[in-house]
């Protein structure tokens, strides 16, 4: 990493994230070996077929259990290298944990994300002290791979062609890196010091990061597929979607991942000591997350208005009912009509029920849309194929496109789904470059954890 | 509520929990906080010509997190004042007339034994118990285990004892032999009015894989000690039943070895124990675990229908046989309740690994044997392509089912599984009648 980009890694204290608790600290060491001693080491574990980048998870819990850190850390980084942020981010009550064997049992589910958090991040504390790595560098081979938006799914896939001796570089339009990763996770899951701590060792593998620079605008498109071996897009979504409705540009309106990107990162950002009642627009997990996230910071009244019922909405029940926890109410069945302004300056928010038809008004000083994001605008789209809703279409197996030097993973292939889904994806499209290129990778995905340095 | 109180060849306790010889029963002060918890008797820490002992002297094996699975010790005997120890068992009598006090003993010559066991018996033991078994420290000294692995000198240095002593006499014996009737019957001919087994075993417990020196460490190196704890208990079992089945003992014997609970005091007892001693689960837990002991083991007795602990005694011995009358025509085979089982397929891969490829997947693919049912009979050196089982969609998915036909009845899966009821052996009737290997060879029909 340039120095540039060390001074730039420097986050400043005073954001408004900094004051959020931690809602899944770090196991200590008798913590994590009671919880590890729990697991029974299913064999074809449901935990690990529900994880959607395939980490053997019995393998790396009972490797807690007999003191193989290194051994636990690199069976989850081999499947998932975003093994860092994903320990903390992943909804694991809607994936592993969510298909552990103890709920049939009427158990509580082993606490996976934690431990994965205590294994990696032991891991990478010993690789520190002993200097040490997991993942030793291997011999330069000739491959250039360009990648475009450093998210997880560009970072992901650009650390498994880096340990195989590929050069990947990635351009990122923003001054930082990690995409949704440093911007857009609420900060009681995992806060922006933590998302650069682990790009930070990423790019050590041997990644080339380009900031402010942006595919379309700096670097041409063709040029670019001239250039290197291999193209990946991990770009993710653009901005926040707004509902079409008066007063929607009036001042206190805000999309939900611009607003939790302030309260992340933005320096002396401050909204507890002008708003007093906030209405977020919504039912998937943004709303929820944004919703807990002012009622963390005092927000005296924090609505969710979703147009429809909660058995049906998008946001996972555990994130729901965490919020719940903090003081959020969730309204069902409100179509919002008006956004109401008072000197341009939100007032309230006129809404129909949209069982009833009855008009309602909720008087609020915020308003905050979080019913999606925007496609990206493409640069690519006399290369690619697109389905209906504006994704990138994509094999499967490999996430090659209709091009193919062209891979692309995460949002804007999925339209917006977890940091997991990103990081497999990324793996997918560099395994899949290093077989079109005839490399065997020494990280051999048959024989997960095992790593030929 | 049954009556738990025993008479071991003439020494009378409330209950037969006793403390074994050991740091439990170390001093007066001890010995009289266990007796007003439930102990119903204790044998003292070994007395013998004093000893210095080490730091660090105790080192564990965890299993699966939890602490003391077994202990590895390598202290001596007591290493305070036999004066001390003598007031302090005159006291402890004194207090406590209708508690066992046992001494465990452990000198080396004749004259040394007389005196031992005369200022034993001033001292007001009701009973002595002869060290033959410590397998550490004290056997480089010829004492300990070297004289329970001689069955001449065991049967001299006890006869010797017998000559001097007024009150109960019991051998302990060491399992650091190949065969525990040997100095067990060695025993019997030198007199003795009782047994206790087993001591520990002669082991190493471990290194500190840090500094690759052995555990428990004194400074850089440690030595052999003797190991206990939950993990001898079925060699400790073992031996007891050996004993009690041998035509040539009958005398009463004290059960020793990894007894943490009443159900593991129940089975030395069924074994044919008459007492049992107790030590690393107090060492784990303190005194206070006689509670439940007693309480349980009177509960079990009232469920059982016995009166007495006494009916307990030795009732599991004539079902320990030889394997050649064991009955070859008796068999079970595993059944997996669907309603029950969660899905871990920890049966499936035992099996398929562990024992004779007989459970399946129903969601494939599957790896055991499907070929026709011969019980392995046949040569099996193709390794076949998994096969893809269909799988009914309204059943989870994950469950099991058993090759009834080709299940050899190994009992491997009941034991893996983490559910109690879930996988069961069921009973195959049989109407061939019972035939053992040693019927066969009478008939000359072996195979």
Redesign the interface.
């Known amino acids: 990493m340039t120095p540039e980009l060390q001074q730039q890694f420097q986050l400043s204290k005073t954001r408004l994230e900094s004051d959020f608790p931690e809602s899944k600290p770090l196991f200590s060491e008798s913590e994590a070996?009671?919880e590890?001693?729990r697991c029974?080491?299913?064999?074809?574990?449901?935990c690990t077929k529900a994880c959607p980048a395939d980490i053997d998870i019995s393998s790396f819990i009972k490797k807690i259990?007999t003191g193989n850190i290194r051994g636990a850390a690199t069976t989850i980084f081999s499947s998932n290298m975003m093994g860092i942020s994903t320990s903390q981010v992943c909804p694991v009550e809607e994936l592993c944990a969510g298909a552990c064997?103890?709920l049939?049992?009427n158990q509580s589910p082993i606490n996976i994300g934690r431990l994965q958090r205590y294994a990696v991040e032991k891991a990478l504390q010993m690789e520190k002290s002993s200097g040490r790595k997991l993942f030793p560098s291997h011999k330069n081979r000739s491959q250039k791979v360009a990648l475009i938006g450093a998210g997880p799914a560009s970072l992901a896939c650009a650390s498994y062609l880096a340990l195989e001796g590929i050069h990947p570089i990635i351009f990122e339009k923003n001054n930082l890196p990690g995409g949704l990763n440093l911007t857009g996770i609420a900060p009681y899951k995992f806060k922006s010091e933590a998302a650069l701590s682990e790009i930070n060792w990423l790019l050590d593998h041997g990644i080339e990061l380009k900031t402010g620079v942006e595919i379309g605008r700096d670097i041409h498109i063709k040029s670019l597929i001239e250039e290197y071996d291999a193209v990946f897009i991990g770009s993710g979504l653009g901005r926040d979607k707004f509902l079409n409705i008066p007063g929607k540009s009036g001042t206190n309106v805000w999309g939900a991942t611009a607003l939790i990107k302030k309260i992340k990162n933005e320096v002396d950002f401050n909204l507890s000591r002008s708003f007093n009642s906030a209405v977020i627009i919504g039912g998937g997990n943004t709303a929820i997350d944004i919703a807990r996230e002012l009622a963390m910071l005092n927000i005296a009244e924090v609505n969710i208005l979703y147009r429809r019922t909660e058995d049906v909405m998008r946001g996972y029940a555990h994130e729901i009912s965490g919020a719940r926890k903090h003081g959020v109410r969730l309204i069902e069945n409100i179509t919002p009509s008006e956004i109401m302004l008072e000197n341009g300056k939100v007032s309230g928010l006129r809404a129909e029920h949209s069982v009833t038809g009855e008009s309602i008004n909720y008087n609020c000083d915020m308003v905050i849309f979080a019913i999606g994001q925007e496609k990206q605008a493409s640069h690519f789209s006399e290369y690619l194929k697109y389905d209906d809703s504006g994704c990138i279409l994509v094999d499967d197996k490999t996430c090659q496109t209709d091009h193919p030097k062209i891979y692309a993973g995460g949002d804007s292939i999925n339209g917006g789904k977890e940091v997991v889904n990103a990081a497999a994806d990324g793996r997918k499209a560099a395994f899949a470059m290093l077989k079109s290129w005839d490399i065997q990778p020494n990280l051999d995905s048959k024989k997960k954890g095992s790593y030929h340095g | 509520m049954a009556d738990l109180s025993i008479n071991m060849c003439g020494i009378k306790s409330p209950n037969p929990f006793w403390l074994a010889s050991g740091p439990p029963a170390n001093c007066g002060e001890q010995v009289m906080r266990a007796f007003d918890i439930g102990w119903g008797g204790a044998v003292w820490k070994t007395l013998g010509t004093p000893v210095v002992n080490v730091s660090s002297r105790l080192a564990a094996v965890k299993y699966?997190?939890n602490a003391i699975m077994g202990l590895n010790n390598i202290e001596l005997i007591t290493d305070r004042p036999l004066e001390t120890n003598f007031k302090e068992i005159y006291e402890v009598k004194k207090r406590y007339p209708n508690h066992a006090v046992v001494v465990s003993l452990m000198v080396e010559t004749k004259d040394e034994w007389k005196e031992i066991v005369n200022r034993s018996i001033d001292a007001g033991a009701d009973g002595l118990e002869l060290n033959f078994g410590c397998p550490h420290g004290m056997c480089e000294r010829g004492m300990g285990s070297s004289v329970g692995q001689e069955p001449k000198v065991l049967t001299e240095l006890t006869s010797w004892v017998m000559d001097f002593s007024s009150v109960p006499v019991l051998v302990k014996l060491t399992p650091n032999v190949g065969d525990i009737l040997v100095p067990g019957e060695a025993a019997v001919q030198g007199g003795a009015d009782g047994l206790s087994l087993i001591n520990t075993i002669k082991s190493i417990i471990g290194i500190d894989l840090d500094t690759l020196s052995l555990k428990p460490s004194v400074g850089k190196n440690s030595t052999n000690g003797g190991y206990c704890g939950p993990a001898v208990k079925p060699i400790a079992l073992h031996m007891v039943a050996a004993l009690a089945r041998d035509k040539n003992i009958n005398i009463p014997i004290s059960g020793i070895g990894g007894i943490s609970t009443w159900q593991d005091a129940a089975e030395f007892l069924a074994l044919g124990s008459t007492s049992v001693q107790v030590c690393t689960a107090v060492m784990h837990n303190g005194y206070r675990i006689v509670e439940d002991m007693i309480d349980g083991l009177s509960n079990y007795l009232d469920d059982m229908g016995m009166k007495s602990v006494n009916n307990l005694i030795g009732k599991a011995v004539p079902g320990f046989i030889d394997w050649g009358d064991l009955d070859l025509n008796y068999k079970v085979i595993a059944k997996i309740d669907a309603d029950t089982?969660?899905?871990?397929?920890?049966c499936?891969?035992a099996c398929l690994d562990g024992a004779h490829q007989c459970i399946h997947?129903n969601?494939g693919p599957c790896s055991a044997y499907h070929g026709k049912s011969d019980h392995g009979m046949n040569p099996r050196v193709d390794i076949k392509q998994p096969i893809l089982h269909s799988h009914d969609s309204n059943a989870?998915t994950?469950i099991p089912f058993v090759d009834e036909d080709e299940c050899i009845g190994c009992n491997l899966c009941h034991l893996v599984c983490?559910?109690p009821g879930c996988l069961t052996m069921k009973e195959i009737p049989n109407a061939a009648g019972k035939e053992s290997w040693n019927d066969r060879i009478a008939k000359k029909t072996l195979l």
Request: proline share 6%; glycine share 6%.
């Open positions: 070996l009671i590890a001693n029974l080491f299913c064999y074809d574990a449901p259990k064997v103890f049939e049992y | 699966s997190g089982c969660i899905g871990c397929q920890l499936y891969i997947t969601q989870i994950s983490p559910v």
